[in-house]
């Protein structure tokens, strides 16, 4: 079985700063395989080691980009392809047609694994977009996957049920978090992930002539949270009183 | 923060501008998970509630034991800095696996120096990977750094050694699958490899410990224990040469231990000085803690730099007893000193919360076990004496 595993190596989220504006402070910021995309790796090893077969990591980032690539190969992958792209500075649907592009000249894979959504910007809009770009079945929030023979069968997590869906091989699934625990490599094999076929691939080689991006992010910012700071004074029955009907007149209790 | 920060990063990149980059991805893989799966572990094992044996094991799955060795044996070939600064990070998230594995490590290291090509094949590959697990017999109930008292003998009988004795403070001990034991034959203290079980060796309870509560420590008893002739490691009458040679490198690996314990207990006392108040503001506002957090992070990247500059020299082949001393010295009692702050910073909370105060307690062992700070005080006097001739 040959499974393709879409990776990004994104800002790490828990050492990301903000400027006085509120806007991230992404030069020189600290980063690392998107969180979630270590699940998908580990559940592409999963497939591989029940079907036998291959797994290969598929990438746009810049050369940085090599060390979540490393990080996948150590943990069992055999080959990864890097797109070499600023993501920065491509939006999320040209992301998406590089990917495919990739795809589609190391292909035909029977399985594309994706995780929900990157730990930076997490849109989760590339996943969907590959299923369209490469007209193959889709399944979200996969928190199972199986294969026996030609046929996917998924269990996705939604909010308030699971829904349990087949479709023909090859698909592509984007997985929660709860999938698997993905494995440590260990220390013998971070060094010899190093010796592994890792391509680099240039955007104009794979998708010529593409036009100007189809979308433009405007701006982005960290989330505020305006505090109100009222401060109820009384006795504890004043105060608590005096709370009970600020929370109701704020509509956030239940009539 | 992540246990394998940018400054260690920094400091790899200085002292290995070639190979930073390996090692660094190394021990960043082995310092989260360490965060994970040790970290968070920690405080249980001190309170008694959790067994080391489980976590040692996921460790040496890992990988944990094979830094600093040969390919042929199994390791990975990787510089004794690297091996030291997986001990620091180790020392981090939890410090009695780290001298147990401390131990464990300076066994194989002895076997890699001094043990034959078939004691090697033998043993090595399986105490790298972790199967077994080893344990350092030297210290006795009436000698400790004085091995020239060793009561412990051995007896050549036939095509083999029976050996009679007890000793002391032995970390692993009742756990262990190997033990190096040192003792006396007619020529003079000599080193043995005893497999357990062994009908001849049994073991003391568990030592009520001060710290380090994870780490057995107990002591051990040789009533007519025979062990075949083939293992003897390297000659007899030479066991104190090769105790000493192994303990020069185990002091370095102690070092960056306690530089390890000292780092969590610094980045304690600062989260610790961030938010608690005092007078209306912060008390890291205050100059008399901030005077503390200076002195704090000066000692910790002191005592890295000297057991890395130690194992340096070490690497580099030249004689290293003097530096491997000086580290451990400085780190022990740097550490110790860090803790006693990080207490002090922390008041009553950190003289009657086991999660602060078990820091000092684990460096407390440090400062005696595997040479005194007065023995080593006298071991680099003379060393620099006789340099400076």
Redesign the interface.
């Known amino acids: 079985m040959k499974v393709a595993v879409c990776v990004k190596h994104a800002v790490d989220e828990a050492e990301l700063k903000v400027d006085s504006s509120g806007s991230p402070l992404l030069a020189g910021a600290a980063s690392k395989m998107s969180t979630f995309d270590k699940n998908a790796v580990e559940e592409a090893l999963r497939l591989k080691s029940a079907h036998s077969g291959e797994v290969s990591i598929i990438t746009v980032g810049t050369v940085e980009a090599k ?1 979540s690539m ?2 996948a190969l ?1 943990m069992g992958a055999d080959r990864g392809v890097l797109v070499v792209a600023d993501p920065l500075t491509v939006e999320t649907r040209r992301t998406a047609e590089l990917l495919a592009a990739a795809i589609r000249k190391g292909g035909p894979y029977d399985a594309v694994l994706c995780s929900e959504g990157s730990s930076d910007i997490y849109s989760g809009s590339v996943p969907p977009m590959l299923g369209e770009l490469l007209g193959l079945p889709y399944f979200g929030y996969a928190r199972k996957v199986e294969v026996n023979g030609q046929t996917a069968r998924v269990e996705r997590a939604l909010e308030d049920s699971v829904e349990v869906v087949e479709a023909p091989v090859p698909f592509i699934a984007s997985v929660v978090s709860e999938i698997n625990e993905p494995r ?5 094999q ?2 010899q992930a ?1 010796k592994k076929p890792m391509e680099e691939l240039a955007p104009d080689a794979i998708l010529p002539g593409s036009g100007p991006a189809p979308t433009l992010v405007a701006s982005m910012k960290a989330q505020t949270m305006a505090r109100k700071k009222v401060v109820f004074e009384g006795t504890p029955e004043e105060s608590a009183r005096k709370l009970v009907e600020a929370l109701a007149a704020e509509g956030v209790l239940p009539r | 923060m992540a246990i394998y920060s940018a400054e260690h990063r920094r400091l790899m990149e200085i002292f290995h501008p070639s190979g930073s980059q390996e090692y660094s991805e190394v021990l960043t893989s082995l310092g989260s998970f360490m965060e994970k799966e040790i970290l968070p572990v920690s405080p249980r094992v001190d309170a008694g509630e959790a067994k080391i044996a489980p976590l040692r094991k996921k460790l040496f799955d890992q990988g944990m034991c094979q830094i600093p060795f040969p390919e042929e044996h199994g390791g990975l070939g990787l510089p004794f800095s690297v091996y030291a600064n997986a001990i620091e990070l180790l020392g981090t998230a939890d410090a009695s696996i780290a001298l147990s594995v401390e131990i464990h490590n300076a066994v194989a290291e002895g076997l890699n120096r001094f043990a034959s090509p078939a004691q090697k094949k033998k043993y090595l590959p399986s105490l790298l990977s972790g199967k077994t697990l080893a344990s350092f017999t030297l210290t006795e109930p009436a000698s400790g750094s004085d091995a020239a008292t060793m009561a412990t003998v051995a007896e050549k009988r036939g095509k083999e050694y029976v050996i009679r004795g007890s000793k002391m403070f032995i970390t692993n001990a009742g756990e262990a699958d190997l033990y190096m034991v040192f003792a006396k034959t007619k020529v003079g203290p000599s080193c043995f490899l005893v497999d357990a079980p062994n009908p001849g060796m049994t073991f003391g309870a568990d030592l009520k410990k001060l710290g380090m509560k994870g780490s057995r420590t107990s002591e051990v008893f040789f009533s007519d224990c025979r062990v075949p002739e083939e293992n003897l490691v390297g000659a007899e009458g030479k066991g104190a040469d090769y105790a000493k040679e192994i303990l020069h490198g185990a002091r370095i690996i102690v070092a960056a231990l306690n530089v390890g314990i000292a780092q969590i207990a610094y980045d304690k006392s600062v989260a610790y000085a961030r938010t608690r108040r005092a007078f209306g503001k912060p008390i890291s506002e205050f100059q008399l803690i901030r005077e503390k957090i200076a002195d704090m992070k000066t000692a910790v990247n002191a005592g890295r730099l000297l057991y890395f500059y130690a194992s340096m020299v070490k690497e580099s082949g030249a004689d290293f007893s003097s530096e491997a001393s000086q580290a451990k010295v400085f780190s022990t009692e740097m550490s110790l000193g860090v803790c006693d702050s990080a207490i002090q910073i922390q008041g009553g909370y950190g003289y009657t919360t086991d999660e602060l105060h078990r820091h000092w307690r684990d460096a407390r062992l440090l400062t005696i076990g595997e040479g005194t700070s007065e023995v080593l005080r006298m071991l680099i006097a003379r060393r620099e004496m006789a340099r400076s001739q």
Do not use: D, F, Q, V
């Not at chain 1, 440590?184 to 013998?188: D, E, M, S, V």
């Open positions: 060390k490393k990080e150590a440590y490599p260990t220390l013998i971070i060094m190093g």
